[in-house]
């Protein structure tokens, strides 16, 4: 069992960084990849980032460039480093894990509850 907890949302400006960090309590953690959702409301889910266990990276187009996924198996965290944000990345975001690879499609088998991300223009 993986429990999953988001932190890091906040009010920003346009061209603002936020950094958000997924902890993981539970065990065998660096075996899971990692991947961050968000949503907005009245639209699907969207993939932002995925990270292997082998630390494989793989990024949304709409935030390759701005946003970097890493890992820190000893701590038991997953970080989103968001640069250049837009107004367009304002959105709740959540984390999840699975063993399978970290893509687009689910089902994913441990969600965290989300943090909130606002970018203002």
């Known amino acids: 069992q993986v429990q999953l907890v988001e932190s890091g949302g906040g009010l920003v400006q346009a061209g603002d960084s936020l950094r958000l960090s997924c902890v993981a309590s539970?065990?065998?953690?660096?075996?899971?990849?990692v991947v961050w959702f968000r949503r907005t409301p009245g639209k699907e889910r969207e993939y932002v980032a995925g990270i292997t266990s082998g630390i494989s990276t793989y990024y949304a187009d709409s935030v390759k460039g701005r946003f970097t996924i890493s890992r820190d198996n000893a701590e038991k965290m997953v970080h989103l480093q968001m640069n250049s944000l837009k107004p367009e990345d304002t959105a709740v975001y959540y984390c999840a894990a699975r063993i399978l690879p970290p893509t687009p499609i689910g089902p994913y088998d441990y969600w965290g509850q989300g943090t909130q991300v606002t970018v203002s223009s």
């Open positions: 539970g065990r065998s953690f660096s075996s899971y990849s």
